[in-house]
């Protein structure tokens, strides 16, 4: 009996499945208009990193009231200046897996060009007390209006679903400081740890209505380098009485361009880039040194850690060549903030969400992408040595027909931040909350 019983419920399970799609097909229908309209507000009404306290108190707001607890400000630490708009949305719902799912919350300094009705036209003053525009130019404000979507489908389905569901609306991901802010202030004592941790991320080059997937490292770490060259300045007319900065960084920015190509191994993927260059104040005038802010990408750390080595070796071989006294040797500082490790998608996590979401979307829209050198801090929600599961995956954002008129007219895409870029929002959004919705409840089933 026990046999025949196991049968049939073995045979009647992809029925349960197939039925289950129509019903969520339909319940995403009915709350996307609202959705939508949540995206272009959030887009009109952009927010800085450490300055989303609209955008994180109408998530807390919209979370509360569909029977989460909801915890807002979270993430004071380590900079006790920060207010913390990071919001922790708890629910309980018996016995089973705790799962996480992360939307990111902050917008960047860029001013729109992209024409829609609904496009920010804000501005605001950066840490820097500049005055800035400020746009959603990364897609956050989509992440932010699919975490509801999704927040609003399991309510629904509840009955399909067993175990502790945390939602997290993360500030500063721009940063790249906020996953990290939110773990110092006791993300993980204060609040349920979970089992697995889920997080999406749209995207310019995939169309709408598809996802992409990497296993293994997705993204790679980021680490941004403050380089000063001191040398020492006089008038323009003699330079022999210098030791100019400028020189020797012109000398430092070629220089360092060999790390890649002769000192690491070419099947370790890196980049050394140099972002910014600030020296001098006139024309007439040597200065007394030149600031250089840099980034390096890699996926390994002991790759990351010998690129390090590199650019400080470098620096100070540069200024003994050059003649600078010991006493005004560069100083390159590797930020301690602004770092966050490369992104790895657990492999088994990857393989058991990716089945369940070709099942909803059907595989010819789930496509293996190749790994990026962008780089994202939700990594860090895994903690040091992988110890919780990751999964990130990639929403297509640009409709079809959008993708064949740029093509047909030879104008190149948008990419993310772009002042350009703006995704499609129907169809965008609708992907994000079936495939999210779909890969909580795969690790949450019954």
């Given at each position: 009996?026990?046999?025949?019983?196991?049968?049939?419920?073995?045979?009647?399970?992809?029925?349960?499945?197939?039925?289950?799609?129509?019903?969520?097909?339909?319940?995403?229908?009915?709350?996307l208009?609202?959705?939508?309209a949540?995206?272009?507000?959030?887009?009109?009404?952009?927010?800085?990193?450490?300055?989303?306290?609209?955008?994180?108190?109408?998530?807390?707001?919209?979370?509360?009231?569909?029977?989460?607890?909801?915890?807002?400000?979270?993430?004071?630490?380590?900079?006790?200046?920060w207010?913390?708009?990071g919001v922790?949305?708890?629910?309980?719902?018996?016995?089973?897996?705790?799962?996480?799912?992360?939307?990111?919350?902050?917008?960047?300094?860029?001013?729109?060009?992209?024409?829609?009705?609904?496009a920010?036209?804000v501005?605001?003053?950066?840490?820097?007390?500049?005055?800035?525009?400020?746009?959603?130019?990364?897609?956050?404000?989509?992440?932010?209006?699919?975490?509801?979507?999704?927040?609003?489908?399991?309510?629904?389905?509840?009955?399909?679903?067993?175990?502790?569901?945390?939602?997290?609306?993360?500030?500063?991901?721009?940063?790249?400081?906020?996953?990290?802010a939110?773990?110092?202030?006791?993300?993980?004592?204060?609040f349920?740890?979970?089992?697995?941790?889920?997080?999406?991320?749209?995207?310019?080059?995939?169309?709408?209505?598809?996802?992409?997937?990497?296993?293994?490292?997705?993204?790679?770490s980021?680490?941004?380098?403050?380089?000063?060259?001191?040398?020492?300045?006089?008038?323009?007319?003699?330079?022999?009485?210098?030791?100019?900065?400028?020189?020797?960084?012109?000398?430092?920015?070629?220089?360092i361009?060999?790390?890649?190509?002769?000192?690491?191994?070419?099947?370790?993927?890196?980049?050394?880039?140099?972002?910014?260059?600030?020296?001098?104040?006139?024309?007439?005038?040597i200065?007394?040194?030149?600031?250089?802010?840099?980034?390096?990408?890699?996926?390994?750390?002991?790759?990351?850690?010998?690129?390090?080595?590199?650019?400080?070796?470098?620096?100070?071989?540069?200024?003994?060549?050059?003649?600078?006294?010991?006493?005004?040797?560069?100083?390159?500082?590797?930020?301690d903030?602004?770092?966050?490790?490369?992104?790895?998608?657990?492999p088994?996590?990857?393989?058991?969400?990716?089945?369940?979401?070709?099942?909803?979307l059907?595989?010819?829209?789930?496509?293996?992408?190749?790994?990026?050198?962008?780089?994202?801090?939700?990594?860090?929600?895994?903690?040091?040595?992988?110890?919780?599961?990751?999964?990130?995956?990639?929403?297509?954002?640009?409709?079809?027909?959008?993708?064949?008129?740029?093509?047909?007219?030879?104008?190149?895409?948008?990419?993310?931040?772009?002042?350009?870029?703006?995704?499609?929002?129907?169809?965008?959004?609708?992907?994000?909350v079936?495939?999210?919705?779909?890969?909580?409840?795969e690790?949450?089933?019954?």
């Amino acid at each position: 009996m026990k046999t025949i019983t196991a049968a049939l419920v073995a045979a009647l399970l992809p029925l349960a499945a197939a039925a289950q799609q129509p019903k969520l097909d339909a319940m995403i229908d009915q709350e996307l208009p609202g959705l939508v309209a949540t995206y272009k507000a959030l887009h009109a009404a952009p927010e800085l990193s450490h300055q989303e306290e609209k955008t994180s108190a109408m998530l807390a707001r919209e979370l509360r009231g569909l029977g989460y607890e909801v915890t807002e400000h979270v993430g004071k630490y380590p900079n006790p200046e920060w207010k913390g708009y990071g919001v922790v949305a708890v629910m309980k719902n018996g016995a089973g897996p705790t799962v996480l799912v992360r939307a990111d919350m902050d917008a960047l300094p860029v001013e729109e060009q992209t024409g829609v009705a609904y496009a920010s036209k804000v501005h605001a003053k950066n840490d820097a007390g500049l005055d800035v525009g400020v746009m959603h130019a990364c897609g956050h404000d989509i992440h932010v209006s699919s975490l509801l979507g999704t927040a609003k489908m399991l309510v629904q389905l509840k009955d399909q679903w067993r175990g502790t569901l945390v939602l997290i609306g993360q500030p500063a991901e721009e940063r790249i400081d906020g996953a990290r802010a939110m773990l110092a202030d006791g993300l993980y004592t204060r609040f349920p740890k979970p089992d697995f941790a889920l997080a999406l991320h749209d995207a310019s080059d995939i169309e709408s209505g598809k996802i992409g997937f990497t296993s293994g490292y997705a993204l790679a770490s980021a680490t941004s380098v403050d380089v000063t060259i001191r040398g020492r300045g006089a008038h323009g007319s003699k330079p022999e009485a210098s030791k100019d900065p400028i020189v020797l960084a012109a000398e430092y920015i070629l220089a360092i361009q060999t790390i890649v190509s002769r000192e690491k191994s070419p099947f370790d993927p890196a980049v050394v880039t140099v972002g910014s260059i600030h020296g001098g104040t006139k024309h007439n005038i040597i200065p007394d040194d030149v600031h250089l802010q840099l980034s390096i990408r890699t996926y390994k750390e002991d790759v990351r850690r010998q690129i390090l080595a590199s650019l400080e070796r470098i620096a100070r071989g540069v200024a003994l060549a050059g003649g600078v006294p010991e006493d005004r040797a560069p100083i390159v500082k590797a930020s301690d903030t602004e770092y966050t490790p490369a992104m790895y998608n657990d492999p088994a996590l990857t393989a058991r969400t990716v089945a369940a979401l070709k099942k909803a979307l059907g595989a010819e829209n789930v496509l293996e992408v190749p790994p990026v050198m962008g780089s994202e801090d939700f990594g860090q929600l895994g903690l040091e040595d992988r110890k919780i599961p990751t999964f990130m995956f990639i929403v297509g954002a640009i409709d079809t027909a959008r993708l064949a008129a740029m093509k047909q007219a030879g104008t190149p895409v948008p990419t993310l931040h772009s002042n350009l870029f703006w995704p499609t929002p129907e169809p965008t959004i609708r992907t994000a909350v079936k495939s999210m919705t779909t890969a909580v409840l795969e690790l949450m089933k019954k």
